[in-house]
């Protein structure tokens, strides 16, 4: 950021007053240009044995597969967000959606919101954004192959909770060590 | 947004290339200006049997009491957003803390997550942002006092886990009505 976006002024990062952190200001108006983390949200979406994963259609990780996720966006609830980009993704639709996991990405000042829901009636198939999709077994999913640290953990947790019976809501952080090995924590 | 914060130019309100939602876009260096959602995080922190409030000493609600929370900053985790949070408006130490709720509120753009935690050792004092701080036992709770119908869902949520003898975490959203009312749907 190098100008003011209400007055087009340069600004200037300092501590303003009564704050205790650096933020863009813009000496001519005042305002305080504050910057937040963001939000992605999306979804592990059953169909009878399986879920559905996408193959990433752009950069990163173009070619990997991911579970369907992207920004959230204003004026939308969370959970209709995660229902968009499925549909988006995918061209699938959801229901029964429950909270699955949130994990907090500090490093890139991300926060993942992951729902867990059934597919309305099965059908899945590529959207602009993917180059495949695939509904696939536990023993189908492409370890390998993964896009983000973030979907290896959830689909973990997922088959964790399967194995024990029982669906919970996690919270988690992936921080990123000094070697630049991502560290993964639940709590 | 009038102008562009990476060029000082003006900036178009327009649906970009491949996008199908209008966004402030530049016309000199084609910056486009994504705006999404903030995320608020907090907590209900406990001590003995009582939970800890602070009465708001800055608008939005000046004079009424919420639950300590704040908005989210780039570089940190959404927890230890919360226990930031918590030490700057009441002085106080968590430990033990487990996500107890995500709520989205679609028309103000907001999503907020928020904890259970235990205060380290009790101790809790009016931070600059509050007025005064209280821990308070359930027939304490100054409901038609509250500042925020987020803060009076928590508490509702609390206390109806707290009297089924176990806490889980929550998903709901607040929905502005037609006419002004909120509505609040949990899944």
Chains 1, 2 share one sequence.
Not at 51 to 69: D, M, N, Y
Not at 96 to 107: N, P, Y
Request: some cysteine.
């Amino acid at each position: 950021m190098k100008f003011c976006s209400v007055c087009g002024e340069k600004v200037e990062l300092i501590i303003p007053e009564g704050d205790n952190r650096m933020r863009f200001v813009c000496g001519q108006c005042n305002t305080i240009h504050y910057q937040n983390p963001k939000v992605v949200t999306g979804c592990i979406a059953q169909w009878q044995d399986k879920i559905l994963l996408c193959r990433r259609a752009i950069e990163p990780k173009q070619g990997l597969w991911t579970l369907p996720a992207g920004f959230m966006e204003n004026e939308e609830s969370n959970r209709d967000g995660a229902a968009r980009e499925t549909f988006e993704e995918a061209n699938a639709r959801l229901t029964d959606m429950t909270l699955f996991s949130v994990f907090s990405i500090a490093h890139i000042s991300q926060v993942y919101t992951m729902y867990r829901a059934n597919l309305v009636d099965g059908e899945a198939s590529a959207g602009i954004e993917s180059l495949d999709v695939a509904l696939l077994s536990e023993n189908e999913i492409p370890w390998q192959q993964l896009a983000f640290k973030v979907v290896e953990e959830n689909l973990k947790l997922y088959y964790q909770d399967k194995a024990a019976g029982g669906f919970k809501t996690h919270y988690g952080e992936i921080i990123r060590l000094n070697d630049g090995q991502l560290n993964v924590e639940c709590f």
